[in-house]
């Protein structure tokens, strides 16, 4: 297979996620779509990597995993404190500020 | 092979986030309040005493590439202290430090319950991030420097975790923050895919010779980078997280959101158009200028009708930004004036609005408000009829920056802010855009000067607020920020000339 089918997966995978974020209500879901969107960037940028034959887009994609980690760390406990005081985790339910 | 570093050139960040860490410990071991805060304020001065003792040494950089991996290229540093570097690492330092003195009171106050432990530790690793981000020359320690940024305040919005609003303020953040994260590293898989590189000076030469059918790809991934850091400064359409972020955050947070993540944007926003993407200035030159249009024209319309402060504030640094954004819309034409042109407008608007936050942050902490709610009392703009005959110091101070973000005489550094914008402008061929941020500023004057007036208006009849607080460190808060003020404003080539001389 060449890079071209991996590059067109990612495509694939991002605009999942990309639609995913924006007709789910359920903040969890949204965030998996998120997730999504982040490994699909990760693919890209290894195949890339593999097309120019060099290492720095392997070495980004380990930096987004990491990233990707500590945002599922903040993100979570978010979440958590939300569905505490609101018996909800449904985004359209986050509505105390407006305007 | 064995990389060196260089010590002196990462100090900054290095000091604060070593103080981040030995805070957190600490707080482990039951340090009390007064130490940890003590710690932080000791430790962000030491690190703007290194910023001060770099700027007056020579330039260094250090993560550079070395030897074969170099080939014939260009240097390729991944972490540079220039002049560029310098000015913004001493703007976030400076506007770090008010924050520092303004959450002092804040988080020990009786009824706000915040953890002093985390709450320093946060700031600290995020004023960590900011200080990284205006280094980075490289686009992987960029997106690790901005989530360094991002992730901390966050966790800090979401801080009074028993406040259904803090909590939805920081959910809003979170997920507008992250998803603006993954479509700028798409952005950058689809550069480095056409360039194969990540440095900047090499990503820079490479996008001038893309061949013909790629560049559509080129052009892509340039705009999805512009998003990323379009949501970072608060520009429309990324916008609509800041004035519920701001009005659900705790107020020293805000401050920090408004100034410092602001700051630390821009210089990220210009480090890649002006050093990376130089050959598509025909792409991200207009994209720019229409976002600054309707972010300026949007923010100001929007802030017309607000009754609250610190949702007009929110509403007002919207604004600001498309000021700051306008010079960038000339593109490729005269960049190194048009760069200088937004840093000495960032560094100026930082002056002011840090100001505005610590009247605003110590008028209503001493008004007992409930920490938060929907409509907090002595919020809104008529809670400040009549300060001027109980605090008439703080209520001058209070005016003369909101004069300075108005841009009116005798507030010359926002006149002369706005004065280097226009020129900027102007002479990078965007007339248009000129002529837009001129009507702006007219209507900016309405809401601005409305304020004012309140300031020394009679006072209303109604409860009467509460005496300004006597906290030192709100009142170090208030008149460091007004010195500063002054300061540039007698001499406002001071920042000036430093901005004209990074290029």
């Known amino acids: 297979m060449s890079p071209g089918h991996y590059l067109v997966l990612s495509a694939l995978l991002f605009t999942i996620g990309g639609v995913g974020v924006l007709v789910r209500r359920n903040a969890i879901v949204v965030f998996m779509c998120v997730e999504l969107m982040l490994n699909a960037t990760n693919l890209a940028f290894v195949s890339f990597a593999r097309m120019h034959g060099n290492l720095d887009g392997q070495l980004i994609a380990f930096f987004v995993m ?18 505490r005081t609101r018996r909800s985790s449904s985004v359209d339910d986050a509505n105390l500020l407006k305007y | 092979m064995i990389q060196s570093i260089d010590y002196a050139a990462i100090a900054p960040p290095l000091i604060v986030a070593v103080a981040a860490i030995a805070l957190l410990l600490a707080d482990a071991f039951g340090a009390s309040r007064r130490v940890l805060g003590l710690v932080s304020l000791g430790a962000v001065g030491a690190a703007l005493v290194t910023v001060i003792a770099l700027a007056l040494g020579d330039r260094r950089a250090t993560f550079c590439l070395t030897g074969d991996l170099r080939g014939n290229g260009p240097p390729s540093c991944s972490y540079v202290t220039d002049d560029f570097t310098l000015i913004f690492q001493g703007v976030v330092l400076a506007a770090a430090l008010v924050v520092v003195l303004l959450s002092l009171e804040e988080i020990t106050a009786a009824g706000a319950r915040l953890p002093a432990g985390e709450f320093h530790f946060l700031l600290l690793a995020a004023i960590a991030g900011a200080l990284t981000l205006v280094a980075a020359r ?3 320690l960029l997106v690790v420097a901005l989530e360094t940024l991002s992730l901390p305040v966050f966790a800090l919005v979401a801080l009074r975790r028993y406040d259904g609003v803090a909590s939805e303020a920081a959910l809003k953040l979170f997920l507008v923050s992250v998803i603006s994260t993954a479509v700028m590293l798409f952005g950058i898989s689809l550069l480095y895919g056409v360039t194969g590189a990540m440095h900047l000076d090499r990503v820079a030469p490479a996008l001038g010779r893309v061949p013909g059918d790629l560049e559509p790809v080129a052009a892509v991934g340039v705009v999805m980078v512009l998003a990323g850091f379009a949501f970072k400064v608060a520009a429309v359409p990324f916008h609509f997280w800041a004035p519920d972020v701001y009005q659900g955050a705790p107020l020293p947070v805000t401050a920090f959101l408004s100034v410092v993540s602001k700051a630390a944007g821009f210089a990220g926003l210009t480090i890649v158009v002006a050093l990376g993407l130089p050959a598509y200035g025909h792409v991200w030159g207009p994209v720019l200028g229409v976002l600054a249009a309707v972010t300026m024209t949007l923010g100001n319309l929007v802030a017309l009708r607000q009754r609250s402060a610190i949702r007009l504030l929110a509403w007002s640094s919207i604004a600001q930004s498309g000021y700051m954004l306008a010079p960038l819309a000339v593109g490729d034409e005269r960049l190194p004036e048009a760069v200088a042109a937004t840093v000495a407008y960032v560094a100026i608007y930082s002056v002011m609005n840090i100001g505005a936050f610590a009247v605003v942050i110590g008028f209503r902490r001493r ?57 900027a402008t102007v002479a990078g061929g965007a ?25 020394f208006a009679a006072p209303s009849g109604a409860a009467e607020p509460p005496r300004m607080p006597r906290g030192a460190a709100v009142r170090a808060a208030i008149g460091a920020a007004a010195a500063g003020a002054v300061v540039l404003s007698v001499a406002p080539q001071l920042v000036l000339q430093a901005a004209a001389a990074i290029t």
């Open chain 2, 138 to 140: 490289d686009l992987v």
């Open chain 2, 367 to 423: 008004a007992g408000a409930p920490a938060a709610g929907p409509a907090p009392s002595w919020d809104t703009l008529d809670d400040y009829r009549g300060l001027a005959r109980r605090n008439p110091a703080t209520a001058a101070a209070m005016a003369f920056f909101l004069i300075c973000l108005a841009g009116l005489p005798p507030g010359v550094m926002g006149l002369f802010a706005k004065i280097v914008v226009f020129r």
């Open chain 2, 431 to 455: 007339t248009w855009l000129a002529v837009v941020m001129a009507v702006n500023t007219v209507i900016a004057l309405y809401y601005y000067l409305a304020w004012a007036a309140r300031l």
């Open chain 1, 66 to 83: 990491v990233v990707a980690a500590a945002e599922v760390v903040v993100g979570l406990a978010i979440i958590m404190t939300i569905f």
